[in-house]
């Protein structure tokens, strides 16, 4: 089954249709959530993405169409890491971000979010898209992403710094 998404404007604005696959080929900007999670600990929980082994927000993903980004980000929260009880969601706000992927420009609307959990969390690796996931003290994976930024994905240190910036 082909999953389309909203292909939308450099203002947000949805112009079309598209899929992830030509979105990604020809840099149409749609719209992706980024949810950060944390434990009762204050430390985030990160994950090792299968198809970049690199490390990732504690979830994302895109944002299919017609579909509002609060609930796609409760949808890849239940997929990706078993969270079925996300009872609060915190806006952070929105940031557009251009990277470069496999070789193509891709222009991503992201809507971050955090949500916090309790210990009685036990999160999962999706089959196939996850392949680790870690919690983690803010200031030590500050300073792993000054050490060994090559290991982290791009977008993710961008919505990061968006999230300290705007929410701490």
Same mark, same amino acid.
């Given at each position: 089954m082909i999953e389309y998404l909203d292909?939308?404007?450099? %203002?947000n604005k949805i112009i079309g249709r598209t899929t992830k696959e030509?979105?990604? &080929?020809? $840099?149409?900007?749609? &719209?992706?959530? *980024?949810?950060?999670?944390? %434990?009762?600990?204050?430390? @985030?929980?990160?994950? @090792? &993405? *299968?198809?970049? &082994?690199?490390?990732?927000?504690?979830? $994302?993903g895109h944002v299919r169409q017609d579909e509002d980004n609060l609930t796609a980000a409760k949808r890849e929260c239940r997929e990706e890491v078993g969270l079925l009880d996300a009872r609060k969601f915190f806006y952070i706000g929105e940031l557009f971000l251009k990277e470069h992927l496999k070789g193509n420009l891709v222009s991503h609307w992201f809507s971050i979010y955090r949500s916090d959990v309790t210990d009685e969390f036990k999160p999962r690796c999706q089959m196939g898209e996850v392949l680790e996931l870690k919690w983690i003290k803010i200031q030590d994976l500050l300073n792993e992403i000054i050490d060994r930024k090559e290991i982290f994905d791009l977008g993710f240190v961008e919505t990061l710094n968006f999230y300290l910036k705007n929410y701490r």
């Open positions: 292909w939308v404007d450099n %203002n030509e979105s990604h &080929r020809l $840099g149409y900007p749609h &719209r992706v959530v *980024a949810i950060f999670i944390f %434990n009762q600990k204050d430390e @985030l929980l990160i994950n @090792l &993405r *299968a198809d970049s &082994r690199l490390w990732d927000h504690s979830v $994302g």
